[in-house]
């Protein structure tokens, strides 16, 4: 049977995983998937990530990120465009997500990037998801 949402299916076994304390969490690759994984990577929400080659499509490993404490560093993750309806901002229009501690992921011209780094280079595109 065909998914038809992978990348709710991505965040789902992330927030899973974190809610749990698993050190890592494994996902069916693709390439979305692995640029959202290096955007969360590159704003700190995730140690790292591995794409593991196997026969079929691979396998993207997400090495969780916990704090001295053992608290995770991701308390949500929330899907914002979705299959049935997607979500479109202007550069404009890109919402701060709990007052700029969270982060938005956006889908543009110049690739997945963060809602900052989109504000930053003054595109706008498809609101993927929120962090916090």
Known sequence: MSMSDPLADMLTRIR???MVRFESVDIPHSNLKAHLAEVLKKEGYINDYH???DDKQGVLRVDLKYDQ???RVITGLRRVSKPGRRVYVKTDAIPKVM???GMGVLSTSKGIVSDR???ALGV???YLCEVW
Request: charged share 20%.
């Open 16 to 18: 899973n995983g974190a």
């Open 51 to 53: 794409v593991i080659k």
């Open 69 to 71: 404490h053992n608290n």
């Open 99 to 101: 007052s700029g501690l």
């Open 117 to 119: 780094e989109a504000r």
């Open 124 to 126: 706008g595109g498809e």
